[in-house]
């Protein structure tokens, strides 16, 4: 991401230990920016890193992000939407 075309609501929080790349894609969700398809590689993520493998005690900080972003009614629907995923 860039500082130059995503403006000052866009920017890695350093607050959140482990889901600050999280954290940066709800605002970009939240912000509307416009999200383009692209066939092209830009990043390629390590499903075993550390923010893939969730623990308990790193739980309440995912909900944090959710919350600070969406409100409660974004905590709702993570909750059934982690519901619904579970089953």
């Known amino acids: 991401f860039s500082k130059n075309n995503l403006g000052k609501e866009i920017y890695y ?3 959140y230990n482990i889901y600050s790349d999280n ?3 709800m605002r970009i969700v939240k912000y509307k920016f416009e999200i ?3 066939n092209t590689i830009v990043s ?3 499903t075993d890193g550390i ?3 969730v623990k308990r005690k790193m739980i309440p900080e995912k909900y944090k992000i ?3 972003n969406f409100g409660f009614i974004g905590i709702i629907k993570a ?3 982690n519901r619904i995923i579970m089953k």
């Open 51 to 53: 923010s893939s493998k």
């Open 13 to 15: 929080n350093l607050n």
């Open 36 to 38: 383009y398809y692209s």
């Open 66 to 68: 959710i919350y600070d």
């Open 23 to 25: 954290d940066i894609m």
């Open 44 to 46: 390629i993520f390590d």
């Open 79 to 81: 909750l059934i939407f």
